[in-house]
């Protein structure tokens, strides 16, 4: 059984470390033979990739964007981001596939600041 995150952050800092950030989300061609990508997407399992899915990355100077999933662990895996690019401001939000709940998160100096909301009802 899977436990899917959807993951939507937004980043800003040095221009050299975001750019270091946006490489680590490129897929390789390794990725692209392993047989991952046709089932999960382009580039699904790096294994020094942040998430097991990249499905958008849009960078313009020091700012960047970046749509993922991650299977299990979502809130930990942007949690180590965060940390391992503590020059960065991250902000954003993640939602689990069982949509009762979403979170808003951001991130300074390494460390990662959480809310919970619930959905509101339809």
Known sequence: MSSWWNIEITAI???????????????????????????FGKGAARSDRPFHIVQRVERHGGFITISA??????????RALVAQYPDLVFI?????????????????A?????REYPL???
Do not use: C, W
Not at 92 to 108: N, V
């Open 69 to 78: 999933s991650e299977n299990y662990g979502g809130e930990n895996a942007i």
């Open 92 to 108: 954003g939000l993640f939602a689990h596939d069982y949509p009762e709940r979403y979170f808003q998160f951001e991130g300074r």
């Open 13 to 39: 800092g040095d221009f050299a470390r975001v750019k270091e950030l946006e490489a680590k989300l490129e897929p390789t061609p390794e990725d692209l033979d392993d047989g991952y990508a046709e089932l």
């Open 120 to 122: 509101p009802p339809d």
């Open 110 to 114: 390494g460390e990662m600041a959480v």
